[in-house]
Nanobody, 120 residues
Framework: VSVAESGGGSVQAGESLRLSCRVSGYPYRAYGVAWFRQAPGNQREGVASVDSDEEKYYAASVKGRFTIYRDDVDHIVYLQMNSLKPEDTGMYYC???????????????WGQGTQVTVSS
């Protein structure tokens, strides 16, 4: 199983970005998938997750601004990030597992990360 993220970049506060996570090597729908982020000096924190049955979970800090959703045609899980704030800055990682850990960082398969930088 491989996990690969893309879509990071540098934006101004209030702007939007969409991150992509491609999970390959196993039946796509069998996995729970989550996005995590880590800022320098901080622990990795769960941002959003989607279970195999489409249950979704969000960190309180992003609820109402971020949306996680699946594209069943291309087998990609997206993280749409709107109204970005400087505190959203960090390395964003995608993770997948057959066990649905929601926002707990216990997933078995991780991507390399994609950097998001939000300037004020």
């Amino acid at each position: 199983v491989s996990v690969a993220e893309s879509g990071g970049g540098s934006v101004q506060a209030g702007e939007s970005l969409r991150l992509s996570c491609r999970v390959s090597g196993y039946p796509y729908r069998a996995y729970g998938v989550a996005w995590f982020r880590q800022a320098p000096g901080n622990q990795r924190e769960g941002v959003a997750s989607v279970d195999s049955d489409e249950e979704k979970y969000y960190a309180a800090s992003v609820k109402g601004r971020f949306t996680i959703y699946r594209d069943d045609v291309d087998h990609i899980v997206y993280l749409q990030m709107n109204s970005l704030k400087p505190e959203d800055t960090g390395m964003y990682y995608c993770a997948a597992d057959v066990f649905e850990y929601r926002l707990e960082p216990k997933y078995e398969f991780w991507g390399q990360g994609t950097q998001v930088t939000v300037s004020s």
